[in-house]
């Protein structure tokens, strides 16, 4: 069944075919969505504009989150080529590579300004500019992760960020509760991106979460991907300001059995 037919949504945060954005698009094509994108850097482009091509043919708009004036350009291009939409996928996050190692405390000034920047406000600059391209009922998600609420040595600002993450999704919820669109967070276990390797002993965290989890396992961009159909469909229709986990039920665990857990 084609849970998302007619349904347009606009994904962010594509960088390769690895990325957990892109498992969400992925099956939200395969759902009937029809897809926009948004890159920021050439670096990108062509692996954002090989994946629109793949599903649908949708277009793929080049875009800085951090510029006032690129967003509104947005905005304007995003209702010339497809009118509504009903679904915005925030999977932006960046952080100084510097500022992920070592103690918090030796976060920069700068570095914590560009963290929260990127991968928190972003998500309230993004709904802000789109605001009223959002159909009524439209589905807003974020992806957050277990470090916003836990500590996860090496993760450092990035834990913070994903904290105010949170705080924005529940208050971007109320405020947009009354159009009776619903904001959400999607928390995901650890998965192997470009991004997550630049996280220090990141391939130990693999190892504890299938040692340590109900499910013995990781997870990949299409279990996230399988949430995201769920949440953009109308059968979360009353499913608003809370944090989705999909980790195979690592963050329930308190004590871990076993020596490699």
Not at 75 to 93: C, F, M, N, Q
Not at 142 to 153: C, E, K, Q, R
Not at 160 to 166: M, N
Request: charged share 20%; glycine share 8%; aromatic share 6%.
């Amino acid at each position: 069944m084609s849970l998302l037919e007619g349904k347009t949504a606009l994904v962010t945060g594509v960088a390769n075919r690895w990325s957990i954005a892109t498992g969400i698009a992925r099956a939200l094509h395969a759902h009937g969505a029809r897809l926009a994108f948004i890159y920021q850097g050439e670096r990108v482009k062509d692996e954002v504009e090989k994946l629109a091509a793949e599903l649908g043919g949708g277009k793929a708009y080049a875009c800085d989150v951090s510029s006032d004036e690129a967003l509104a350009a947005l905005a304007t291009e995003l209702a010339r080529d497809y009118g509504k939409h009903d679904v915005l996928v925030h999977s932006i996050a960046f952080v100084n590579k510097e500022d992920l190692a070592g103690k918090v405390y030796t976060t920069s000034r700068g570095g914590f300004a560009l963290a929260l920047d990127i991968s928190a406000f972003s998500l309230i600059a993004l709904t802000n500019a789109l605001v009223e391209v959002l159909n009524d009922g439209a589905s807003i998600m974020a992806m957050t992760y277990l470090g916003s609420t836990a500590i996860v040595p090496n993760y450092n600002v990035a834990g913070i960020s994903k904290g105010a993450l949170e705080s924005i999704v529940r208050y971007l919820a109320y405020d947009l509760g009354e159009r009776g669109i619903r904001v959400n967070a999607i928390s995901a276990g650890p998965i192997s991106t470009a991004s997550s390797r630049q996280v220090k002993d990141f391939k130990s965290m693999l190892i504890k979460v299938e040692n340590a989890a109900p499910l013995r396992r990781n997870i990949t961009a299409a279990d996230v991907g399988n949430l995201a159909v769920y949440l953009a469909s109308d059968l979360s229709s009353a499913i608003t300001a809370d944090v989705h986990f999909v980790d195979a039920g690592y963050h329930a665990m308190g004590m871990y059995p076993g020596k490699d857990a």
